[in-house]
């Protein structure tokens, strides 16, 4: 039984406490116990329905996923009860791995509301990743793997939030194109900046970890069944799965 | 420069309705107007050279000939409407004729006012003469004081020869005590193109219509656009049909349809009697409040070689795009309203860009109140 190994609270950006959550009747994510200082990337991985999309969903305030019991703090507030808006207002963000379509609602129009009243050159940051052409589209209809991933990440350039979810973003996406969102992601991420310098954090959902080419992860954490299994470096926990298998991973085994 | 429009005893607040339903007092970016306040004739002149703008009666006088085109695309003994409106001793409304190979980029706005208890009628008969290309925006509103007992019986013929195109632009802006009966029809010749948009985003006690396009000509075009809101105290009831004759001819229907809780029965027919016609018939509908939308769409294929569909749905804002807008930092109000204007924007192929930023611009007024 793992216990929390942070004292310092000073700059943790998000805890999660004994979180257990329910989509419908049934309880699908068990006991969460998860720790993010400001400044701090973490990766999270397991298998096919283990529950890391269920995690971050619940993180970002969909009201398909029911909290019975545990509590979520983001920046010392807490966020358990706030729905999805307030989430991000407060600087969480999330890049979706599946998207809705929705009919008639050009990527333009929602990259301007998005922005509120900042002042953002939007068709000058689509075309540096390449979506330009895809303002007058509608949002995710018809977009490949890699432009739905690109269209992702220009809204959370434009967002630009000091916490930031990642589910699978290299999924899909041509080499090239993993580089080109590689690279925005490290830089949402202040990547270029000294670790201790940064205040973003990020928690990514990798399978393949060709992601973390991209960014510094500090932590990893393997979630099978609804539960979080281990903690360890992120690329020796990769290296592990690779060669041996989620199956090998002994919590994951006793579970 | 075109001289402005006067709308005598027009108050302000009734003003802006008619800004809304696409009316422009200025005349700017309108080749001609027609405006008609209850039952008279206020206005009825156009600058685009080889275009008219004539009051019916006037019309009548002055074309011998206008006399083929009365009552033929409608029939008069078509029900109580088209009765009491052919059974007037002096028939009000207007005849637009585009003659043979002219053109407006420019609109002619028709406005028709309807500022007391009374049945407002009207008769127009619009004409495009071989190779014409004519453009109307019809602005329908009535004054905010107007109570029980009002009415508009409107009946219009269209005439679109060979090569020749109009596109019908029709913005209901009524108040809620208004019922409205159009009665039209089109008959559309050899490469004729007709393009029929109506728009009703405003409270209004009744519409009920249902314009018919016959497509005799060979390859000609017909295609209807329909967005509709249904207050609680709406009853909508709209339809188009296309006939399609000529061989090769087509025709597209398209309409959106949201109730807050009023009544919606949107209606659509094609009916394909020759070979190498196609029609295609799409019908999409949200239930905000609880309300209804009945969606009844008919194709009637007759010969082998005519191709026609339909889809028609009916649902809900789906929750999952709403929250997703949400994580990007809209409230669920504005992620509301930014779906529901994304499910009505349809882009009408071949619109001049000043119709269709008109009819953006009347739905986002629309989204501005939250729809």
Not at chain 1, 141 to 150: D, L, N, P, Y
């Amino acid at each position: 039984m793992q216990t929390s190994t942070y004292t310092d609270a000073v700059n943790r950006m998000l805890d999660i406490e004994d979180l257990h959550v329910n989509i419908g009747d049934k309880e699908v994510l068990h006991d969460i116990n998860l720790h993010i200082d400001a400044g701090e990337t973490h990766v999270l991985m397991g298998p096919n329905g283990s529950g890391k999309t269920t995690l971050l969903m619940t993180l970002m305030g969909f009201s398909n996923y029911t909290i019975t019991r545990g509590k979520i703090t983001y920046n010392g507030v807490d966020v358990t009860a706030m729905h999805a808006d307030e989430r991000s207002k407060r600087g969480m963000g999330m890049l979706f791995q599946r998207p809705p379509t929705i009919s008639g609602l050009k990527l333009g129009k929602l990259l301007t509301a998005i922005s509120h009243d900042k002042t953002v050159d939007i068709p000058e940051l689509a075309k540096s990743v390449h979506m330009g052409g895809f303002l007058e589209r509608d949002i995710n209809k018809g977009f490949s793997g890699g432009e739905i991933k690109r269209s992702e990440v220009l809204q959370l350039m434009i967002q630009n939030p000091d916490f930031v979810m990642l589910d699978e973003p290299e999924s899909g996406v041509d080499l090239e194109n993993i580089s080109l969102i590689g690279t925005v992601i490290g830089s949402l991420l202040e990547k270029e900046k000294r670790i201790g310098k940064r205040s973003k954090s990020g928690l990514v959902i990798t399978h393949t970890g060709f992601i973390l080419d991209y960014i510094d992860a500090d932590k990893g954490h393997v979630m099978c069944d609804g539960m979080i299994k281990c903690h360890g470096n992120p690329r020796e926990i990769l290296k592990d799965i690779k060669q041996r298998g989620y199956k090998e991973c002994l919590e994951c085994r006793q579970s | 420069m075109s001289p402005e429009l006067s709308a005598p005893g027009i108050s302000k607040e009734d003003q802006e309705r008619l800004v809304q339903s696409g009316i422009n007092l200025s005349m700017e970016n309108r080749c001609g107007s027609y405006l008609q306040m209850n039952q008279d004739v206020v206005h009825a002149e156009c600058h685009q050279e080889g275009i008219e703008v004539l009051s019916y009666k006037k019309a009548m006088e002055k074309y011998n000939w206008l006399k083929e085109y009365n009552w033929k695309a409608v029939d008069k003994d078509k029900d109580e409407i088209t009765k009491y409106v052919a059974a007037q001793n002096d028939p009000k409304g207007y005849v637009i004729i585009a003659h043979k190979g002219s053109n407006n980029i420019l609109p002619i706005q028709a406005c028709l006012y309807l500022g007391r208890e009374t049945i407002q009628h009207v008769h127009n008969i619009i004409i495009a003469e071989e190779g014409a290309e004519l453009h109307i925006i019809s602005g329908c509103t009535s004054g905010g004081h107007v109570g029980q007992g009002a009415a508009h019986y409107g009946v219009s013929e269209f005439y679109i020869k060979k090569n020749a195109k109009i596109s019908f632009t029709m913005i209901h802006t009524w108040t809620e005590n208004i019922e409205v009966f159009p009665r039209s029809a089109s008959i559309v010749e050899e490469n004729g193109v007709f393009l029929s948009n109506y728009v009703c985003m405003q409270p209004v006690k009744k519409v009920q219509m249902y314009p018919t396009a016959t497509l005799k000509g060979e390859n000609s075009v017909a295609r209807f656009s329909t967005i509709t809101i249904a207050s609680p105290t709406s009853y909508i009831d709209t339809g188009s049909r296309a006939i399609l004759e000529g061989k090769g001819s087509s025709a597209e229907l398209i309409t959106r349809a949201i109730t807050k809780g009023g009544t919606i029965i949107s209606r659509g027919q094609i009916i394909g009697k020759t070979a190498g016609t196609r029609g295609h018939l799409e019908c999409k509908g949200l239930i905000l409040k609880d309300g209804i939308i009945y969606a009844i769409p008919e194709i009637d294929g007759r010969v082998v070689g005519t191709e026609l569909s339909h889809e028609a749905a009916v649902g809900k804002l789906a929750q999952e795009e709403i929250e997703y807008l949400m994580a990007r930092g809209l409230s669920e109000d504005e992620a509301t309203a930014t779906i529901i204007r994304g499910f009505l924007d349809i882009k009408i192929a071949g619109l001049p860009d000043a119709l269709q930023k008109q009819i953006d611009a009347t739905i986002d007024v629309a989204e501005k109140a939250g729809f």
